[in-house]
């Protein structure tokens, strides 16, 4: 089963415009992780948020997380069409013997040149 | 450094054929990881390795085997395909699976089982 959601499942927005992604999750978690995925291609890590973190800023990226509300959004601001891709967030799990990323089903954001 | 590679890239089987994938890592990483992904969906994983000669069964392995005789090679196998296996399959590997694990993905390999 997914651990995480990712909402929305899919987000058009014009160049120069701000684009938004949330993901909820359901267990407790230490750290929670986006990555992207160009069409076609492997995941590439964006940016990782742990636990004990509100907030954490990267280039144009901005990672909030509300582990009350075990929630967690990305925000890219001032978007660029090779900004195009699809956005997974992916939270830690403990399966017995390791600790495992389980990814949602991902966003895909469409910038428009 | 080329990071993580997977062979094949694109692979059509028929129903029942068995083959191989190939994943290799040249960062020294411990962990090493087979997902699936498909369409509209997040990566499943299959099986995963904590250490050469290590292999652990994640969310779906059913249908899938692998081995980890070298800690740079983690391979995938399918001894009678499916097509429920049609899928893209994705290796990657991490330093260790501890709290800030980064995981380091291959390119993917596409795969049609007729």
């Known amino acids: 089963s997914q651990q995480g959601e990712e909402d929305p499942q899919a987000l058009s927005i014009q160049e120069g415009e701000n684009a938004t992604m949330n993901c909820s999750y359901k267990?407790?978690?230490?750290?929670l992780q986006w990555y992207r995925q160009n069409s076609g291609r492997g995941l590439v890590h964006l940016i990782l948020i742990r636990s004990n973190e509100r907030e954490k800023h990267s280039g144009r990226l901005r990672v909030t997380l509300d582990t009350s509300k075990k929630s967690s959004s990305l925000l890219i601001t001032a978007s660029r069409a090779a900004d195009t891709a699809s956005y997974f967030c992916a939270t830690d799990a403990w399966d017995g013997s390791a600790r495992q990323l389980t990814f949602g089903s991902g966003t895909q954001l469409t910038v428009l040149p | 450094n080329a990071g993580v590679t997977q062979t094949p890239k694109f692979r059509v089987l028929k129903t029942g054929q068995s083959m191989t994938l190939l994943c290799a890592q040249d960062m020294n990483h411990e962990y090493m990881y087979w997902y699936r992904q498909d369409p509209g969906m997040g990566l499943r994983l299959i099986h995963y390795?904590?250490?050469?000669?290590?292999?652990a069964k994640g969310e779906v392995p059913d249908g899938y085997n692998v081995s980890r005789l070298k800690k740079q090679n983690f391979l995938l196998g399918l001894e009678s395909a499916a097509p429920s296996q049609t899928s893209v399959y994705f290796c990657?590997?991490?330093?260790?699976?501890?709290?800030?694990?980064?995981?380091?993905f291959g390119p993917g390999t596409r795969l049609t089982v007729l």
């Open positions: 990657a590997s991490s330093v260790t699976s501890g709290r800030t694990d980064t995981q380091y």
């Open positions: 390795s904590v250490g050469e000669g290590t292999t």
């Open positions: 267990t407790s978690i230490n750290n």
